[in-house]
């Protein structure tokens, strides 16, 4: 139903909820939300520089010129050298499985570029042909994370200079460390990804002069390899980036929005797969929104402006990724799920505001509306690196993205229902069954108008959870739960999620808020 006059007061749109009309869609993998833990946190290395509070609150520019030099010559003021992450740190770890079983990926651009140095022979000197070093005791540390919270490990393999030439083929000299190791010390690698974002070429790291046609046949080698000494480990892929028509960003007058300037040779999935002899038992791509205000000066038509950013337009992008790619992976991988292997509001280390309570309408619309289209898991990039990661940097305090998927995973269940609602401002409407298992429906209600209130009429009786930030502020850093701060109390103990009690009936959503109904 379209916006109506109630009274003296102009409502917005109006929802009624039909749990009992609902048709079942399909059921999806109770894994749907998982995400990465960034290759270079693992072994310490360059990443995003942090936004400052101001300009994260928005009261401050980020702006970086740029230079005649490409935008590699930007990086002295986009990066900065971080020490590893502590994946023993016990509040890290209570967070982390407090988001119930998921699949965590190991990867980025530095697993390519990566050499495992597992005797200590190298001493923390990156050989020639490698940009990185992984140390045993680092891996133990994934391995041990991994263990710790019941996860599943997914990795991506190195395929850098120092391992083999582009007219060499792969070997697994360095790959068989990385599984042996694994499988030794009892927690095997689950998945794997021939290299990061291949279809990037040179750009991501391949051996000079690499093209597809290398690509297709390292990735048989690899995954012909991984099938005769690794059988149960899935093999995943291609994991590309753009390509395929995907308007990267806006797009505008650059088709491409000028991803072009970061990516001077770039190819498409079929360029990748067509011809491959050894099968993907998981089709998987990348996708962001665009970039952040980090990349936004070298690639304006690929930024969108935290005044965008609960739009039509800009929620629309990840449902719309994956409609494009599901007759790809229809076409690859039939009858296979799609996993979205990494996925945030902005490459470039994530928006200014990836880290406030206006990134919850992308996140939660993310998880729903990939659900409607398809089985398959989605990887949040990251854990707890850089703005867009679930937890802060070093401190891992919880930022409203994590309260949001923490709810999502507690109340959403496997059965995804179509509710009939079409997708419009102010009513962004899911529903899935229960995840306690008890009979009913859980409805997701977005109302991303951040102007006009959303009616919903309730047939019976519900709980209600509703997130809004703090103060009313879209930018907060804390976010509320009917009306309750989101933060975390003492001893880092989470806070009460514990929904309300509401009476069937109509019921009012205030502009920028995001409801479940269990009912």
């Not at 990061?196 to 002069?209: A, I, Q, W």
């Not at 990267?248 to 001077?264: C, R, T």
């Amino acid at each position: 139903m379209r916006k109506e006059k109630r009274g003296d007061k102009n409502m917005g749109e109006f929802v009624k909820l039909d749990p009992d009309g609902l048709k079942a869609l399909r059921e999806i993998n109770p894994m749907m939300m998982s995400y990465n833990v960034e290759f270079a946190e693992v072994t310490g290395g360059t990443f995003w520089k942090a936004y400052t509070p101001e300009q994260v609150a928005g009261t401050e520019e980020f702006y970086v010129e740029p230079t005649t030099e490409g935008i590699a010559a930007m990086y002295k003021d986009l990066m900065q050298i971080y020490a590893p992450i502590d994946l023993y740190n016990e509040k890290l770890r209570s967070l982390a499985k407090e988001l119930g079983p998921v699949w965590v990926r190991v990867s980025g651009t530095w697993a390519t570029k990566t050499y495992y140095d597992f005797d200590g022979k190298m001493n923390g000197q990156v050989p020639e042909g490698y940009l990185n070093v992984l140390t045993k005791e680092q891996w133990i540390g994934v391995l041990d994370f991994v263990k710790e919270i019941g996860a599943k490990l997914i990795v991506s393999v190195a395929n850098w200079p120092g391992l083999h030439t582009a007219e060499e083929p792969w070997n697994p000299s360095e790959a068989e460390k990385l599984f042996s190791l694994s499988k030794e010390y009892g927690v095997p690698i689950d998945a794997a990804e021939f290299a990061n974002e291949p279809n990037m070429m040179e750009e991501t790291g391949f051996p000079k002069g690499y093209t597809p046609e290398h690509y297709r046949r390292d990735q048989d080698l690899f995954f012909k390899w991984l099938r005769e000494n690794y059988p149960e480990c899935l093999c995943v892929g291609p994991s590309t980036t753009g390509g395929d028509d995907i308007t990267f960003g806006k797009g505008g007058d650059s088709a491409v929005g000028g991803i072009e300037q970061l990516m001077p040779e770039t190819c498409d999935c079929a360029d990748l797969l067509d011809g491959t002899t050894e099968k993907l038992d998981v089709f998987s791509y990348h996708y962001y929104n665009g970039v952040s205000e980090r990349l936004a000066s070298v690639m304006p038509t690929a930024h969108w402006d935290a005044s965008e950013a609960n739009t039509e337009e800009y929620l629309a992008v990840a449902p719309h990724c994956a409609r494009i790619y599901a007759p790809i992976r229809d076409k690859y991988v039939p009858g296979g799920e799609m996993w979205v292997t990494e996925s945030g509001d902005a490459g470039g280390g994530g928006d200014t505001w990836a880290s406030t309570y206006l990134d919850v309408f992308r996140t939660l619309n993310e998880l729903g509306g990939f659900a409607t289209v398809t089985n398959g898991v989605i990887f949040h990039n990251t854990l707890a690196s850089s703005d867009y990661g679930f937890l802060a940097r070093e401190v891992f305090d919880p930022r409203p993205n994590y309260f949001a998927v923490l709810l999502w995973n507690r109340l959403m269940g496997t059965t995804v229902f179509d509710t009939k609602e079409e997708i419009r401002e102010g009513a962004h409407v899911f529903a899935h069954s229960r995840k306690d298992g008890k009979d009913g429906v859980v409805y997701l209600v977005i109302n991303n108008s951040f102007t006009e209130t959303t009616t919903v009429e309730l047939p019976k009786n519900a709980v209600r959870y509703t997130l809004a930030g703090e103060n009313g502020n879209m930018r907060a850093t804390v976010m509320t739960l009917n009306g309750r701060p989101l933060v975390l109390g003492e001893g880092n103990a989470l806070p009460s999620l514990e929904g309300a009690e509401q009476a069937a009936g109509e019921v009012e959503l205030a502009p920028g808020t995001c409801t479940f109904f269990v009912m």
